[in-house]
């Protein structure tokens, strides 16, 4: 098997059936890349014994040299860190001669690891953010849960670090180095609203990742002919969020341009802490939009969460090119980016 793009859900899943069924299993994960390094940190690949594979640390350039290196591991019985680069004469020989560098740490899947992740994929299943932390000194591993304590603040500042960044890390704490590798539920997206603009706006934001429900209350709007393959919701909005409850991973976007609809979105998303809140109108408009909730009770702080007009100023004029400036000013929100 070698489906080098599989997700690492799907990495985690063979490697745990290899296990139940008798293999030797090794697993081989990212944790540093600069230069040219084709794949991020926290990619991850899973190697039996048998050699077959699953997932992909490289993009294909070095999988070999680490499908060796796991069986080695295997053989063994103790895991190992190993570095490709440009320092590496074997670089060339694998294809990152253009000056990319990669550090990889292969483990074997013993019992304990086998039970971290079955942990790790029961908590995906109830959407819940994990961190599989891996001591690089130690090689002791520990799988912690988004509020959970952690065996020290500057670890827990570092699981909480990699938690809202969607960022594995290295982290050296004292006299040891640790892997900080989240595993967050999917981002959602609640649009509020199913207008033309909503249509490219759902399709953009499926391909970059997000769980995408379109919510509103007038049938002949939404539509599965007009959102093939999207949640569908004709309950009023407050009662559709209230339900869905929307979190640190969620963005909710208002564009009906009706305030029947638009408003209670908008009030009950504020009482939320996801972290993104769009609504679709012109400076006029979302000033009286501002108004009416300053009237239901909401601070400044409240009302400044709100992104209106929504989206990144980029001239955008077409269905199209709002929904790309709509999903623009959504990641540099979630990234973290300066406005």
Request: aromatic share 6%; net charge negative.
């Amino acid at each position: 098997m070698s489906d080098t793009w599989q997700s690492d859900e799907a990495v985690i899943e063979t490697a745990l059936a290899w296990k139940t069924r008798g293999k030797g299993v090794a697993i081989a994960t990212v944790i540093s890349t600069w230069g040219s390094a084709p794949r991020p940190t926290g990619s991850q690949i899973a190697i039996n014994e048998d050699s077959d594979f699953v997932g992909s640390v490289s993009g294909g350039c070095i999988e070999g040299a680490v499908i060796h290196t796991g069986l080695e591991v295997l053989a063994r019985g103790k895991p190992e860190l190993i570095e490709f680069g440009v320092s590496n004469s074997e670089a060339w020989e694998v294809g990152l001669a253009c000056g990319g560098t990669i550090r990889i740490y292969v483990v074997p899947l013993d019992d304990e690891r086998a039970a971290l992740y079955q942990k790790l994929q029961t908590a995906r299943v109830a959407k819940k953010s994990a961190v599989y932390v891996s001591s690089l000194t130690t090689h002791a591993d520990q799988l912690v849960f988004a509020g959970e304590p952690a065996a020290s603040p500057a670890l827990a500042q570092a699981i909480d670090s990699a938690i809202h960044s969607d960022r594995a890390q290295t982290q050296d704490l004292g006299d040891e180095t640790f892997f900080v590798n989240p595993f967050n539920p999917p981002l959602r997206m609640f649009v509020i609203g199913a207008v033309h603009i909503a249509q490219p706006l759902v399709k953009m934001a499926s391909e970059a990742g997000y769980d995408v429900m379109v919510i509103d209350p007038r049938e002949a709007f939404a539509t599965p002919a007009r959102f093939a393959s999207i949640t569908l919701s004709h309950a009023w909005p407050d009662e559709a969020l209230g339900e869905a409850k929307p979190d640190l991973r969620s963005a909710v976007v208002t564009l009906s341009h009706d305030p029947k609809i638009d408003d209670p979105a908008l009030t009950t998303a504020l009482g939320t802490n996801c972290f993104y809140i769009g609504s679709l109108g012109s400076k006029k408009t979302h000033a009286a939009r501002l108004d009416r909730l300053k009237k239901e009770g909401f601070s400044e702080d409240d009302l400044a969460r709100i992104h209106g007009p929504v989206g990144l100023s980029i001239g955008a004029k077409s269905p199209a090119e709002i929904a790309i400036s709509i999903l623009a000013e959504i990641t540099n929100v979630l990234r973290g980016q300066p406005s």
